[in-house]
């Protein structure tokens, strides 16, 4: 570049400068005018620089005595905060319920911090005791698995027991169990609290799907033996033949998905339910076998609940890794803005359970319960009363 030309490039640019500056200085005081206006009007402000412009959600009573429940761990930040966000959005803010968050090790401050800027509704953060959460005394040493194998097992015996006395917990009736990934797909536009409660209902599934079989191996045994021996806690017109085809000789293996589960805690509670996992937890197949809470969660509710208790909430669209369900009903889809599709979803494949559900449920309100099974040499009266 000759030096005549690096001059005027220079020239130019400091003309620029001095050109846009003088501009800066000016504009603020010549009178913006809307096309068909006489009044001056204020440019459009991007960033109020007002408190008072900021919008907050005006912050709600919840109808239902209930809360979200939420097993996370610090590493599970940024699905926490995923979730979280979409409960809000879809549902939540309309209705300010709280949350309760769960893990054995303490919440960093930071986790804490991400969380509590996402709601208006009270979060609180427990931590669950070791005593609690580790391995029974008496479970057999040499069987011990790797590290993350050992937390979910502690996590799935933890999950069916010992949650739902938990002092956060306690204050309670109903809690929506969350596990961190699942995002909703549509609007929840009837509240589930609310409705399962009014009509009486003790669980609220979204899913039904055929649990692994390493998952119940002598499960369904020891569940037999506990209809054996604790016949005064088996409901009447329950759900056994849900889950198993062969009127309770085998189990399908059909559970709820406990990561997104409404349930009354009342039940987890109660005397009957104690006693089905007092009576588990004492055989040791959560660390030997891998029970899952789901299974657990689902074989108490099969036989210690009427089968009206236990709904499917077939209006709610959400997605969690590889399972999702998506509303049926065209009002439900539109007026819920659902962002899934109706025809591929999950709920209506091969290894969902939701056809058994349904037919069971369609069969036994045209002919009432089952007949009982013949009685057995072995184990007799198992399904008395039922
Ligand atoms: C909520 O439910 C729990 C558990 O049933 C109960 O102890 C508590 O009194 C209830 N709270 C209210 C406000 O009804």
């Not at 960033?47 to 900021?54: A, G, K, R, S, V």
């Not at 009270?122 to 609690?132: A, K, T, Y």
């Not at 805690?265 to 009957?272: G, H, I, K, T």
Request: hydrophobic residues 35%.
């Amino acid at each position: 570049m000759s030096p005549t030309r690096n001059f005027i490039v220079r020239l130019a640019a400091l003309a620029g400068v001095l050109f846009l500056g003088f501009r800066y200085l000016v504009s603020p005081s010549i009178p913006h005018r809307c096309p068909g206006s006489t009044s001056s009007l204020q440019a459009p402000v991007h960033n109020p620089p007002h408190h008072d412009y900021i919008l907050t959600t005006p912050r709600l009573t919840p109808r239902a005595n209930a809360t979200f429940l939420i097993f996370a761990y610090n590493a599970d930040l940024e699905r926490t905060i995923r979730t979280v966000r979409s409960l809000e959005d879809r549902f939540n803010m309309h209705h300010g319920y709280p949350y309760v968050l769960f893990s054995p090790e303490p919440f960093t401050p930071e986790f804490k911090r991400r969380l509590r800027v996402l709601t208006p509704s009270p979060i609180e953060f427990g931590l669950i005791p070791q005593d609690q959460w580790t391995q029974p005394e008496g479970i057999d040493g040499p069987r011990a698995q790797v590290v993350r194998e050992k937390m979910w097992r502690n996590k799935a015996r933890y999950m069916s027991g010992k949650v739902w006395a938990h002092e956060m917990l306690a204050k309670y009736k109903w809690a929506w169990r969350v596990e961190p990934g699942v995002g909703l797909t549509c609007d929840v536009l009837v509240d589930p609290f609310v409705w399962l409660d009014e009509s009486g209902k003790v669980v609220g599934f979204t899913l039904a799907t055929k649990e692994d079989e390493k998952t119940a191996d002598s499960l369904w045994d020891y569940t037999k033996d506990f209809m054996t021996h604790y016949a005064q806690h088996l409901a009447t017109d329950n759900s056994l033949a849900f889950i198993s085809d062969s009127r309770g000789q085998e189990y399908n293996l059909c559970s709820y998905l406990s990561a997104f589960l409404v349930t009354d805690m009342d039940f987890f509670r109660s005397p009957a339910y104690s006693a089905f996992y007092n009576y588990l937890n004492t055989k040791g197949g959560f660390y030997y076998e891998r029970w899952s809470d789901a299974s657990v969660l689902t074989l108490a509710a099969s036989v210690l609940l009427k089968r009206k208790q236990v709904h499917l909430l077939e209006d709610i669209g959400f997605q969690y890794g590889a399972y999702s369900r998506c509303p049926k009903r065209a009002n439900v889809w539109e007026n819920g803005r659902c962002a899934c599709g109706q025809s591929t979803r999950f709920n209506d494949g091969s290894e969902s359970c939701e056809k058994i559900w349904k037919d069971f449920m369609s069969l036994a309100d045209r002919f009432g319960p089952p007949p009982a099974p013949p009685a057995r040499a072995e184990g007799q009266g198992i399904l008395k009363g039922l």
